[in-house]
T-cell receptor
Framework: AAGVIQSPRHLIKEKRETATLKCYPI?????VYWYQQGPGQDPQFLIS???????DKGSIPDRFSAQQFSDYHSELNMSSLELGDSALYFC?????????????FGPGTRLLVL | KNEVEQSPQNLTAQEGEFITINCSYS?????LHWLQQHPGGGIVSLFM???GKKKHGRLIATINIQEKHSSLHITASHPRDSAVYIC?????????????FGKGTHLIIQP
């Protein structure tokens, strides 16, 4: 069965650079979630989209933005990168229909900011 | 934001033992999630439940909505069950919300 696809899987950036992470949800899933997991930390919810509209907002820094496109894939744009942004970024998708449903997680993108 | 407490934080047991991991949360929710994270980082959803009990293989999850408490049980534990088990609840309390995660329980099953 198709799973959530994230690209790239690994990314190395310098401070103050920008990065774009991509997430391709499971086919027919309408909701995408972004999470950030720092080293030794539990995942933190950043933002979610349902039917291409922002659904819920967590602890996403103002330097980050995200959107969901017409084909339901989502991109997380990160600007003015800081050392503290080094983390594993998970995307998850669900067929939520506006309600709480099982979230299927992608393998994550490991971002290292030098 | 919902607060999620898990216990124990670390658990080492022998193969075959019955394992229980507990989770409590502060605000009423529509559903609670149990997740498994392996050392490589991948996260797998084990259960999503809003009432009663669910069973999948050797895993059983229960929830008591009134007491805001859930438990995850593993019967006949096996070394391949070694992982971090995470309890998570909706970030804002319901709907198509992101999740707030507990700190996780690091489980090691020794042969």
């Amino acid at each position: 069965a198709a799973g959530v696809i994230q690209s790239p899987r690994h990314l190395i950036k310098e401070k103050r650079e920008t990065a774009t992470l991509k997430c391709y949800p499971i086919p027919r899933h309408d909701t995408v979630y972004w999470y950030q997991q720092g080293p030794g930390q539990d995942p933190q919810f950043l933002i979610s989209f349902y039917e291409k509209m922002q659904s819920d907002k967590g602890s996403i820094p103002d330097r980050f933005s995200a959107q969901q496109f017409s084909d339901y894939h989502s991109e997380l744009n990160m600007s003015s990168l800081e050392l503290g942004d080094s983390a594993l970024y998970f995307c998850a998708s669900s067929f939520a229909g506006g309600s709480q449903e099982t979230q299927y997680f992608g393998p994550g993108t490991r971002l290292l900011v030098l | 934001k919902n607060e999620v407490e898990q216990s124990p934080q670390n658990l080492t047991a022998q193969e075959g033992e019955f394992i229980t991991i507990n989770c409590s949360y502060s605000v009423g929710i529509s559903a609670l999630h149990w997740l498994q994270q392996h050392p490589g980082g991948g996260i797998v959803s084990l259960f999503m439940l809003s009432s009663g009990k669910k069973k999948h293989g050797r895993l059983i999850a229960t929830i008591n909505i009134q007491e805001k408490h859930s438990s995850l049980h593993i019967t006949a534990s096996h070394p391949r069950d070694s992982a971090v088990y995470i309890c998570a609840v909706p970030y804002s309390g319901g709907g198509a919300d992101g999740l707030t995660f507990g700190k996780g329980t690091h489980l090691i099953i020794q042969p």
